[in-house]
């Protein structure tokens, strides 16, 4: 329990570096990078030699934040995102160590990582070297998303985990209105994958539900999360997508951090 805790109180400092970037000169996708951060720290934490894709390449700022965190980026991201000449750019970039593929189109994550995995594969590689592949609920309205999964499936790719930040919004509004899923888990289930549901805050659950990944099946994650986790005023608000703010509207959500 002390390890979760202590995971917990990371988060809670890498939100408030978040509320920071959103204070800088060109503000960043806030709402989004707060419903993921938890899924993807637990995922650095626990992958330590896996390659980890963030498909939702919007989402950025909590990707910036974490890899400094852990020591794999020099730069503060709230003190260069966004400006001229720093590698910090509004999509993850490759020219960053530790950033293997520039997402940015959505839809475009998961297929790169399923070719790493078919290369993994071919190459014979330890089954326990999975890749790591964290996308939205948003997303999942491209068609390549289902086109990728088909060729996994059909190809017999097991050897990655497929996580979906299911924050419920997207640029325009609630996904529930624009375009909604009716029986997520089933569709993923009749590809022949593991599917598991989780809540996309609870560390343990997300530790948990990495443990039950078996060598010879992929493993969807359909994680529930709320999009501006952490700040009261922004939770489950959709103007919270792209946020720009002043510093005293940053301390203020500092301060209101749950």
């Not at 299911?166 to 029986?183: E, L």
Request: hydrophobic share 35%.
């Amino acid at each position: 329990m002390h390890f979760i805790k202590s995971l917990e109180l990371d988060a809670r400092e890498l939100r408030k570096e978040l509320i920071d970037i959103a204070n800088s000169e060109y503000g960043c996708h806030l709402g989004g990078s707060l419903s993921v951060l938890d899924l993807l720290y637990a995922s650095y934490i626990n992958f330590e030699n896996s390659e980890i894709i963030l498909s939702k390449g919007h989402t950025c700022a909590a990707l910036y934040a974490i890899l400094y965190k852990l020591n794999k980026l020099k730069e503060k991201p709230s003190l260069s995102y966004g400006k001229f000449n720093s590698l910090l750019t509004g999509h993850p970039n490759h020219l960053i160590p530790n950033i293997t593929f520039s997402t940015g189109s959505l839809g475009h994550g998961l297929p790169y990582g399923i070719g790493v995995s078919l290369s993994n594969k071919l190459k014979q590689k330890e089954s326990g070297e999975n890749t790591i592949i964290i996308g939205g609920d948003g997303e999942l309205q491209e068609g390549l998303i289902w086109e990728t999964l088909q060729v996994a499936s059909g190809q017999n790719i097991a050897n990655f985990i497929y996580i979906i930040d299911k924050n419920n919004g997207q640029n325009d509004g609630a996904t529930s209105s624009i375009s909604p899923y009716h029986n997520l888990k089933s569709r993923f289930s009749s590809y022949g994958f593991d599917v598991l549901e989780i809540n996309g805050h609870d560390y343990k659950e997300i530790l948990e539900s990495f443990s039950k990944k078996r060598a010879n099946h992929a493993l969807v994650i359909i994680a529930n999360t709320i999009k501006g986790k952490g700040i009261p005023s922004l939770e489950n608000n959709f103007s919270s997508h792209y946020v720009k703010i002043n510093e005293a509207t940053a301390q203020k959500w500092k301060e209101e951090l749950i």
